[in-house]
């Protein structure tokens, strides 16, 4: 009860701050089970943290029930010009069950404001010579040094818009999703002696079979992919 408790008010944090008091959003009601980082109950998930040996950054782990449910994230920019960041992320779910694992994208939110996934050109050659104007509204993976390094998975992404299809993942097998948006915030990052980082808090969810898990992340764990 404490984790279906705990992703009612995080499926709230999601949905209200993105909708003016005239547009109120419809919901529909489902039964999940909520594992939350950090938040280990007798009976859910057991959360653990690594640092990937080579690049030393952050990974988070839940595990339950011989599934297990890897996050990592990064920032940086698109061109050293840009005023604003992108944060990535990609997960990894590892399906030691004997049943078939539906993987679907929940919300992401950067300090409780929900910010939508960007479209991703999956194309690791990039896109250098055709810049525009405007924010590009589609972000090539080989633009991004978080991608083209291999530190984070450019292999998989999740659609955008309202229904993104769902992926599978077989018995035995695992598979790695990422996702990028834009920090929506003016001056997002905060700058110490230690380095910068995005201010802040930010959280996100993948449905995976029955269970919803969810990673919060704060600031200064994220890693800098720009360096």
Known sequence: MENLSAWACFALTFCLPAFPQAEIPTF???????????????????????????????????????????????????????ATELIVYSTTIVNNTDAELTVEPGGITVDGRLVPLLAVDSSLKGAKNKRSRGVAEVVHAGDLHCFSSGTLSGE??????????????EPGSSVTVSGVIRDPRFYPLLCTVDGCFPKGTIRYSIHVGGHEYIFAWSGRSVMNCGK
């Open 28 to 82: 529909k009601a489902e039964v999940r089970n909520a594992f939350i980082w950090g938040e280990d109950a007798p009976s859910g998930a057991m959360s653990s943290a690594i640092k990937d040996p080579l690049t030393g950054a952050d990974i988070f782990k839940l595990r339950h029930s011989g599934v297990e449910v890897s996050s990592r994230m990064g920032f940086e920019k698109l061109r050293r010009e840009d």
């Open 156 to 169: 998989n992404f999740f659609a955008t818009g309202p229904r993104s299809a769902a992926m599978g993942v």
